[in-house]
């Protein structure tokens, strides 16, 4: 798949996660600085990778995403970027991302590599979205062919009924 950033072709490092794949084990890192073991996400949820809350569409997705998970309350939702966790703690704090949670892959450095979104040349992840079971089994996975772009929020909200309702 080719992926660009501004317009320049990139290249993702790692596996790119298909309908019917097994979310590979990872550890990330929270907003208190706890590593957190991708067993300890149970259940079905959507995961979200993204550049940087510190990026104008990133931040737009996340609003938006807020908004409509303000309907959704047994919707679990995790958003995943390299941000350190005081960044992504700062973005929370100043816009009251309630529905998300926040967390880092800059400590461990696997979420990229298992999902396929960390971008080589930038040490970024890509922009993509995951919709998984309670047995994380990948049910809707959409990568971005630019990093750029905002995902499908319906799409994603429309296969994650399944999984939730």
């Known amino acids: 798949m080719k992926v660009t950033f501004g317009g320049n072709e990139v290249h993702l490092f790692g596996t790119q996660l298909k309908e019917g794949d097994l979310l590979p084990d990872f550890m990330l890192t929270d907003l208190s600085l706890k590593d957190v073991d991708s067993r300890d996400l149970s259940g079905p949820k959507i995961l979200l990778t993204f550049p940087s809350v510190d990026t ?3 931040s737009l997705e996340l609003l938006t995403f807020n908004d409509q998970l303000e309907n959704l309350p047994s919707y679990k939702v995790f958003a995943v970027s390299m941000d350190l966790p005081f960044t992504l703690k700062r973005w929370v704090k100043e816009n009251a991302g309630d529905y998300i949670t926040m967390l880092s892959d800059h400590k461990f450095r696997v979420f990229g590599e298992v999902t ?20 994380n089994r990948v049910i809707y996975a959409e990568y971005l ?9 319906s799409k994603i909200l429309e ?6 309702e």
């Open 56 to 58: 104008s569409v990133c």
């Open 159 to 164: 296969e994650a009924k399944k999984v939730f």
């Open 145 to 153: 062919n630019e990093i750029g772009h905002e995902p499908n929020y």
């Open 116 to 135: 396929g979104t960390y971008v080589e040349e930038l040490g970024i992840l890509a922009r993509a979205a995951f919709v998984l079971d309670e047995e």
